[in-house]
């Protein structure tokens, strides 16, 4: 009883201590949540309702701007497009990122501080001060209205910051790991495959979740490469689609919610795992 008495006020003080960050955690969630909930229930209004009762629930409810949009092939074939340049796209970014980082993070070599420095200028870079040179470029090379003409940018774009992440945790790996592999028999490539790889699975995670979710809202650089409709992807469909039905507001917010539905859904699979796996992993190292 004694004991109880005794971590009572202490568990009080402490609550008190972090009342101003829940309450800060609260209004950043509202801040968050409450236009994403406004949007998919416009989305069922019709936009008479919506311009009667702008904040009301609707009534009566229609399913069909949700339905509708769902039952059209271009939907699901933005869906599809969007897809395969994000997964291509990260495949690339995290092979390409973890092979460079690993150099970056494992040997010694003469100018390598120098090279890692200009990988991170990268990040300072505005894709918008190259859009004229990589559209000269691609069409030079062919790739306009082809997937491969937003894919090669995007991973290119995505490297500096994949690189830093990966050395960052490619570093943490104690040495002795592989003087023990070396004496095992392994090679360089050897430890990096066998070894770091599968250590290194949750900022592999991270990286791959931050590559998907960017290519999948990137909308300047599809918008460059395709004049085409059959390789657009969800970004270039929403504004076709909002000029289209520029006056039924209601399906116009049913389109947005569902082109982010994939995203959303991706990343709340996959977040708990990155957060707790990569916790897991740097205790680890």
Known sequence: M????????????????????HV????????????LLYAVVSGFKSTDQLSGNPVGLP????????????????????????????????????????????????????G?????????????????????????LLRSMGLLDNPLGVILPQAAFGLPMTIIILRGFFREIPGELEEAAT????????FFWRVLLPMARPALGTVSVLAVVTSWNNFFLPLLVFTDSTWWT????????????????????AYLVLAMVPALAFYSVAERQLVGGLTAGATKG
Do not use: H
């Open 112 to 136: 390598r501080e120098v090279l890692f420095t200009l990988f991170t200028m990268g990040l300072m870079f505005p894709f918008a001060v190259a859009a004229l040179p990589l559209f000269l």
């Open 183 to 190: 004496l095992d028999g392994c090679g360089p490539l050897g």
């Open 24 to 35: 800060v955690l609260i209004v950043v969630g509202a801040v968050m949540a409450v236009p």
């Open 234 to 253: 969800i970004p270039i469909g929403v504004q076709q689609f909002q000029g289209q039905y520029s006056a039924d507001t209601a399906r116009v917010f």
């Open 2 to 21: 004694t004991l109880t008495t005794d971590k009572t006020p202490q568990a009080g003080r402490r609550r008190f201590r972090t009342l101003p960050l």
């Open 59 to 110: 009534d009566p409810w229609v399913v069909s701007n949700y339905t509708d949009i769902l039952g059209s092939g271009s939907f699901w074939r933005l869906v599809g497009n969007s897809t395969l340049i994000a997964v291509a796209t990260t495949v690339i970014v995290v092979a390409v990122s973890a092979l460079a980082a690993f150099s970056f993070a494992r040997f010694a070599f003469r």
